[in-house]
């Protein structure tokens, strides 16, 4: 199947190409022109540079009735609204339109869980439980995917969000560098006693999901959840001492103190930069957030990997490369 990436480039743009290609498929990654590809040259995959301002050079590379597939997003913590939007809805608007234009079959975008907010219940909630943002970084992906659902309506391209659960993996660039920089310190912080629940996956199940919608068959806009595992924060720092074969000591921090300590460094870090800890941070350490993912299951995905695997699979690679 021909499939075109856009956001192949970032972290889990990366597992979306580096899986299609595993799968067989015929793989384009269009990118910007100073992107580094470093990591793509490594795949058997065509790299197209392209004006990302231009829906007609962005739509140039696809073919009628290839599959796109879109990654790109902006994940700094810090940033004001109306530069968050610039890529998550405005330039996600534009390559819509572009697939569109070029008679593509499918749109396939990578969203987030984070789309629900933090007022959810203990226990796991599917694709109809309500949206309920509360920091621009969720309002405005909630903005993206109801921006996509208008836009589609004016074509004929199917539409298929995922929404993965929170991920660990090889090329990571924040959490879990910032959490083996910890470990290195002999440390292991948590916000408020870190037993919140989570889902988890791996980076290389969420790129499998992408994949997987591929031939998933729809006749409307369709979101899907995925997870790969449940577990706390207390069981991932069991998992790193294991992988790591050091034993850390955990440093807990009173859920109100981290949210002053996040409100703080917003106030002084520039936006644009990315704090060490932000408002949004500590509720995603301290709220529990657990996620049904029968919808996907049901149409025959699986994820592969557990968080001992996922973990000595990542952190090998991050300590491999020090």
């Not at 993965?164 to 470990?183: E, I, Y």
């Not at 959840?225 to 000591?249: C, H, I, S």
Request: charged fraction near 20%; charge should be positive.
């Amino acid at each position: 199947m021909k499939t075109i990436v856009f956001g192949a480039t970032g972290y889990l743009g990366s597992h979306v190409a580096e899986q299609l290609t595993l799968a067989g498929h015929e793989v384009i990654c269009v990118v910007r022109p100073n992107s580094d590809t470093a990591f793509l040259q490594t795949l058997p995959v065509a790299v197209v540079r392209a004006d990302f301002a231009n829906v007609a050079a962005l739509a140039a590379p696809i073919e009628q009735g290839a599959m796109v597939l879109n990654c790109v997003a902006d994940t700094r913590m810090h940033l004001r609204d109306a530069e968050r939007r610039v890529v998550e809805c405005e330039l996600t608007s534009r390559l819509f339109a572009a697939a569109q234009q070029a008679g593509a079959k499918r749109f396939i975008q990578l969203s987030t869980v984070m789309a629900y907010g933090f007022d959810r219940p203990e226990q796991a909630v599917n694709e109809s439980y309500p949206v309920k943002p509360k920091y621009g970084y969720s309002q405005i992906a909630c903005e993206r995917e109801q921006t996509l659902l208008a836009q589609h309506a004016r074509g004929a391209t199917e539409l298929v969000i995922l929404r993965p659960s929170n991920t660990f993996g090889k090329r990571d660039s924040s959490a879990l560098p910032a959490l083996l920089a910890s470990h290195e310190k002999g440390l292991f912080a948590v916000i408020g006693g870190g037993a919140w629940k989570f889902s988890c996956m791996d980076g290389r199940d969420t790129g499998r999901a992408m994949v997987h919608l591929l031939d998933v068959p729809v006749s409307k806009p369709e979101i899907f959840l995925a997870k790969g595992f449940n577990t706390t924060w207390l069981g991932v720092k069991a998992a790193m001492d294991k992988v790591l074969q050091r034993e850390t000591k955990l440093m807990n921090i009173p859920k109100p103190m981290g949210m002053l300590l996040g409100r703080v460094l917003e106030a002084v870090y520039p936006y644009g930069k990315n704090p060490a800890l932000t408002r949004f941070n500590v509720e995603v350490l301290s709220s529990h957030t657990l996620f049904d993912d029968v919808k996907i299951r049901a149409t025959g995905f699986r994820a592969q990997y557990d968080l001992e695997a996922t973990l000595r699979d990542a952190l090998s690679d991050m300590t491999n490369k020090k």
